[in-house]
């Protein structure tokens, strides 16, 4: 398992990873943004489309958690 952090932007003009960087400790940080509303779990629905195709994964092996 790959654990990582995201920066997520909803309500953008469109789907897009903007930034993959490593931070300070070591760890992969993402920014991404979605055009959908943060509201009735839609943005994250996004987001995990768009990290499947993003990391090349099934969208059921994703796994999101509120930091």
Do not use: H, W, Y
Request: with cysteine; hydrophobic share 40%.
């Amino acid at each position: 398992m790959t654990k990582f952090s995201i920066k997520l932007t909803p309500n953008a003009k469109k789907n897009e990873v903007t930034k993959d960087e490593v931070d300070m400790l070591g760890m992969r940080c993402l920014k991404a943004k979605v055009n959908q509303p943060p509201e009735d779990g839609k943005a994250n629905a996004a987001l995990i489309e768009l990290l499947s195709e993003f990391l090349g994964v099934r969208k059921n092996k994703i796994k999101l958690f509120k930091a």
